[in-house]
């Protein structure tokens, strides 16, 4: 049981170990493994997989349906969205429960790294050690070893070749 009343980890929560948790984080229903770090107003929800020494920013939103694979790095303020088509309501005018709509499921791939401020949309796959720069909005499949960058994000170039 936590005792810092700052973090909310719910009992569903699978830590594995030397997991870091900063202060203001909510934890739910997700699996985080060994040396992972979740920086400080984080929110990480059900059915999302962190991998191994993840380093998650603060004022990140990971959302259900979202697998971050082992060594990635998250940025300040990155976004993660599930739904292409979101709405607070059906036809009928109720308000919407997990039965109206379909998770958008994301893929990080092993040592991608993502800038802060950036957006992923749903049904995305940003490929092995692969960087998005700050600010961009992934709305397609990032390949891997490959910078991105801008709105809609586009490949600047791979990362071995020169500047």
Not at 77 to 88: E, L, R, T
Request: net charge negative; with cysteine.
């Amino acid at each position: 049981m936590n005792e810092d009343a700052t973090i909310r980890i719910a009992p569903d929560v699978k830590l594995g170990h030397n997991v870091k948790v900063y202060a203001f984080v909510n934890l739910y229903g997700c699996e985080i493994d060994d040396e992972s770090k979740i920086g400080t107003f984080v929110e990480i929800q059900k059915g999302v997989r962190v991998g191994k020494r993840v380093k998650i920013s603060s004022h990140t939103f990971v959302c259900e349906g979202v697998t971050i694979e082992d060594e990635v790095f998250i940025g300040h303020g990155v976004m993660f969205i599930n739904d292409i088509y979101p709405s607070a309501t059906t036809s009928d005018g109720s308000l919407q429960t997990e039965t109206d709509w379909v998770v958008i499921p994301t893929l990080v791939k092993k040592r991608a790294s993502i800038g802060s401020n950036a957006t992923i949309l749903g049904g995305v796959v940003i490929g092995e050690g692969a960087i998005v720069g700050a600010g961009s909005v992934v709305t397609k499949d990032v390949p891997p070893g490959t910078i991105v960058a801008g709105n809609p994000a586009r490949v600047l170039r791979k990362i071995d070749e020169a500047e």
